[in-house]
């Protein structure tokens, strides 16, 4: 990481790194928290809250999958970063709990950046008019914008399409980049990358 954004005329410090731990043992999980990592990305709020609960002291835990909104009191109780709000229910539904609460995570919009009707996230051409109903409807503070691009396409022009979402609308961070492209989605321009697989190995469902 610290090479590829050298490589892109950017200081190391501005990216971090989101260790994705969802599925994976606890033993495959302690080595990389033994080294210092504080960051950690999860898919499920309850197997998040089983694993963490106890753990969590000095960590900032992300939820990195699709949230229903029956879960949403949960995650904004447990979460410090949200980072997949992609439509209006799950956003009021995360205003409503966060007023309940007394407490706001920070919230990042996620964007299907290839329209792909299996995948989460608001289509381009509509994300502008939901970040505004987020920000001024529900009253949420929208940190940054999250993608994930089409496995069997190039990610760079997701990437500078979220980077241009993101620019438009005058936010900073973008949540972009996994194992396999965490260095180009660097020389685009992300603030966060999401590692999994290269920090683990391949994930065991959890049993």
Known sequence: MALAAKAAGRDPAAVSLTAVSKEQPWDAIAPVLAEGQTVFGENKVQEAMNRWQDRRYGLELRLIGPLQSNKAKDAAAFFDVIETVDREKIAKALADAAEALGRTPRFYV???????????????????????????????????????????????????????????????????????????????????????????GERSPLR
């Not at 993608?147 to 396409?153: F, L, Q, S, V």
């Open 110 to 200: 996620q964007v299907n950046t290839g329209e792909e009707p299996q995948k989460a996230g608001v289509i381009p051409s509509g994300a502008d008019a939901f970040i505004a109903a987020c920000q001024k409807t529900y009253g949420l503070t929208i940190e940054g914008l999250m993608c994930i691009p089409p496995a069997n396409e190039p990610p760079g022009p997701h990437f500078a399409l979220l980077a241009k979402i993101a620019a438009r609308n005058g936010l900073a961070r973008l949540s972009m980049g996994m194992s396999a492209d965490y260095e180009t989605a660097i020389r685009f321009g992300a603030t966060d990358v999401r590692v999994g697989s290269a920090l683990f």
